[in-house]
Nanobody
Framework: QVQLVESGGGLVQAGGSLRLSCAGS????????MGWFRQAPGKEREFVVA????????YYADSVKGRFTISRDNAKNTVFLQMNDLKPEDTAVYYC??????????????????WGQGTQITVTS
């Protein structure tokens, strides 16, 4: 398994931007598809976005399309989540996760093998 550490969370006003990073350990990072999930207080964890091993294919939840952008740098074992036009409903703990799979089940958290500890994003109105 790969070890994952998120960073970049914080407090931002609505309409603002944040960039999350997720650093992975080990030499096998490029063999994992990577995803971002989030969980708001009192709500279930939800899928946000995922990217394939090569950084070519991506899959976004409808709620973040056009506002969030995922990218990865395999040379640095890092995946990024650029979040623009943030809304109060984006407030949640954001988790990155790694999966050996890339298919129609990519949105399913059960397909992911490793998870980071999470980073809090709070968007104020």
């Amino acid at each position: 398994q790969v070890q994952l550490v998120e960073s970049g969370g914080g407090l931002v006003q609505a309409g603002g931007s944040l960039r999350l990073s997720c650093a992975g350990s080990g030499r096998t990072f490029s063999r994992y598809a990577m995803g971002w999930f989030r969980q708001a207080p009192g709500k279930e964890r939800e899928f946000v976005v995922a990217i394939d091993w090569y950084g070519v294919s991506t899959y976004y939840a409808d709620s973040v399309k056009g506002r969030f952008t995922i990218s990865r740098d395999n040379a640095k074992n890092t995946v990024f989540l650029q979040m623009n036009d943030l809304k109060p409903e984006d407030t949640a703990v954001y988790y990155c996760a790694a999966s050996h799979s890339w298919d129609s089940g990519t949105y399913n958290g059960n397909r992911y093998d490793s998870w980071g500890q999470g980073t809090q994003i709070t968007v104020t109105s």
